[in-house]
């Protein structure tokens, strides 16, 4: 498939219009998109940012983190295109990346239908990519997915320690937790990643809780000490809260990590 020659308008996931041309140069501002580019068309990415861990040797210049890209570093690059997420990165840096002349694609990923959906449309609609395998094989793992058997098991689901942090209310890994039979305490909060005191999630009633390995990273050692008694699931970070490649082996791995779960 050639890429689209001509130029044209496009909105992003949050409706900005974006005027594109040719897109042979692409800058990346989020791990898991990171991942999906170079999965799709290896040689489209000429830069991302130094947490893109996905694929192994991904051989592209750095550009800092999410929360504080190099600005002017991305503009000498020269992308057509730099993809980024209303979640993982800061409206000031998007804006200045804009002011630059930059093409700046926004996605929004709260669910796992949206995370299909906004995939679908980076790729094929912003890049001018062919539809992805691995994006068919993710939705089919998902599609496939048995129904959980018994009740959903309730879950405290820490993110981060001092102070404790917990998945809240509308969030990609909330849905994807529930789809694997898990029902999160705190999905009604107010906040979508709440702090909470210690002793309050130890009084909150859970029969689970759900540890990952990023963005802190939980380990045997070092989680489920907090929660004397209740089973203690260890998950795959980049499964639980990547929206990319890793969504085809994501529901497997993470059943099978949430089935292993022993009280510490």
Same mark, same amino acid.
């Given at each position: ?7 044209? &308008? ?5 409706? &900005? ?16 998109? &990171? ?150 305490? %705190? ?55 990547? %929206? ?10 993470? &059943? ?9």
């Amino acid at each position: 498939m050639d890429l689209p020659s001509a130029e044209r &308008t496009v909105s992003d996931d949050l409706g &900005t219009p974006v005027r594109l041309g040719p897109v042979s140069r692409v800058v990346s501002l989020v791990p898991s998109l &990171t991942e999906a580019v170079a999965a799709t068309r290896p040689g489209l990415l000429v830069g991302a940012t130094d947490w893109c861990s996905h694929p192994a040797g991904l051989d592209v210049a750095r550009i800092r983190g999410t929360k504080n890209p190099d600005t002017a570093r991305i503009a000498a690059l020269r992308p057509d295109l730099v993809i980024a997420n209303e979640e993982e990165n800061r409206a000031p840096d998007l804006a200045a990346l804009r002011d630059a002349g930059l093409a700046v694609w926004v996605t929004r990923v709260r669910t796992l239908d949206e995370a299909f959906a906004s995939l679908d449309r980076l790729l094929t609609t912003a890049c001018g990519l062919p539809r992805p395998a691995w994006l068919d094989e993710a939705q089919r793992a998902w599609r496939d997915l048995p129904a959980p058997a018994g009740p959903p098991r309730r879950a405290v689901v820490p993110i981060w320690r001092r102070p404790w942090m917990v998945l809240g209310r509308d969030t990609f890994a909330g849905d994807l937790l529930r789809r694997l039979g898990v029902h999160q305490l %705190y999905t009604d909060h107010a906040e979508r990643y709440p702090a909470v005191p210690l002793d309050e999630l130890q009084a909150a009633g859970a029969e689970l809780v759900v540890l990952p390995d990023e963005p802190y990273r939980f380990t045997a050692t070092d989680g489920p000490e907090a929660f004397p008694g209740v089973p203690a699931a260890l998950v795959s970070g980049r499964h639980l809260t990547w %929206y990319g490649p890793s969504l085809a082996e994501a529901p497997a791995l993470l &059943t099978a990590a949430l089935a292993a779960a022993t009280p510490s």
